[in-house]
Structure formats: C-alpha cells, structure tokens
C-alpha cells in the first residue's frame, strides 16, 4: 500500500514483495545482524558457529584457518543477502572486503555487463584479488537469483591480516585452490 501510494512502479513494488517473501521464508523476517549485534562476543561466536557450520565446512578459508583466526572471522562477517539481478559489486569500484557465498549462485559480468566469465556459488569467495593488489575491480558480479552472502569488510581483513600473520599463509593455501578459476578470470582481465 506504501508504495502504491507513493507511484512505485509495479515491478519494482513486486521486487520489494518478492524480497520480503524470501526474507520470511528464510529468517522468519529476523534481521539476524541486528539480533546478533546485541548479544557478548562469546555467546555471538557460539550462535555464528551454530548458523555457520555448513559453510565453514565448505568454504576453504574457514577449513585452513587455525581456530583462533576462523571464530574472529566469523565474528568480523556481515551477512547480506542480493535479490535476482542486484550487482553485488561493479566494475571500476575499489575492493570493500572479500565476498563469502553462503547460498546462491553469481554471474562475473565484463565492466559493459554484456560478456559472462563464469559464476560463483555456495562456498566460494570473491574480492581478495582487488583488496590484495589494490587495484580497481575490471567486472561486475550479479546475483541470478537470491544470494546470501557474508562479506569480511576491508578494514577487518586489514586488522586480521596485521593480528594473525599466519592468515596471508591461508590466503595464499586457498587461492591455490581456486588457481584455475582465477587464472582464467585473470587472463581475461578480471580483477574482483
């Protein structure tokens, strides 16, 4: 009725219905970052380790991470959560923190969004390589469908990076891992 009033366009209106359909049929209409965000440090870990424990028992990063660096990642994430055809990120934007698919699938866009390179999906990161090198991102990642989403923001992978020397050593293992992706990604001239 809000955005009736206000002259929404009715696809639009339909896009915020189909958001809040999704949020309740996954969380129940919870926020969990603002319900979280109340609780003592120990008691979140504990409650992150519970809602997390799928991903962290596929995503690489958080199986080669020592305990101690894993429960401060996890107390550093943000969950988000893109709707079908929201940019994730754009091309020419600087690295904002490493990309942790939880759920959903992604499409690596060129900068003009009319190329595909690939995608990405549950357990895989994106968003390391343009922190790392500084440099800007050469594409643009769009969610194909509702994609949940934990982001390690920038300033936190800087503070990890200088507390626990031995997470550049996990970054380095998991690249490795991902190397043929990336390599293809690079060599088209994908940076993310």
């Known amino acids: 009725s809000y955005l009736r009033s206000r002259r929404v366009p009715a696809e639009l209106s339909e896009g915020v219905r189909s958001y ?11 926020n969990a ?7 003592p440090a120990p008691m979140r870990l ?4 519970h809602l997390t424990r ?15 660096l894993r429960n401060q990642l996890l107390l550093a994430l943000e969950p988000h959560i893109y709707a079908p055809g929201s940019l994730v990120v754009r091309a020419g934007e600087v690295g904002d923190g490493i990309y ?13 969004q009319s190329a ?11 968003g390391d390589l343009s922190l790392l090198l500084g440099e800007r991102r050469t594409a643009c990642v769009r969610a194909l469908g509702y994609c949940d989403v934990f982001l390690l923001p920038k300033g936190a992978f800087e503070r990890l990076k200088a507390e626990y020397p ?25 940076v993310l």
């Open 54 to 68: 799928d991903l962290i028992g596929h995503v690489p990063l958080f199986r080669r991470c020592p305990a101690v």
């Open 100 to 112: 942790i698919i939880s759920r959903g699938r992604l499409e690596i866009l060129s900068a003009d």
């Open 33 to 39: 970052k603002d319900l979280l965000a109340d609780l």
């Open 116 to 126: 595909c390179h690939g995608t990405l999906s549950d357990g895989e990161h994106f």
């Open 166 to 190: 031995d997470f550049r050593e996990v970054l380095k293992s998991v690249s490795g891992e991902q190397s043929g992706k990336v390599s293809q990604l690079v060599m088209a001239g994908v």
């Open 46 to 49: 504990e409650i992150l380790f």
């Open 20 to 30: 809040y359909d999704y949020m309740w049929s996954r969380f129940r209409g919870m």
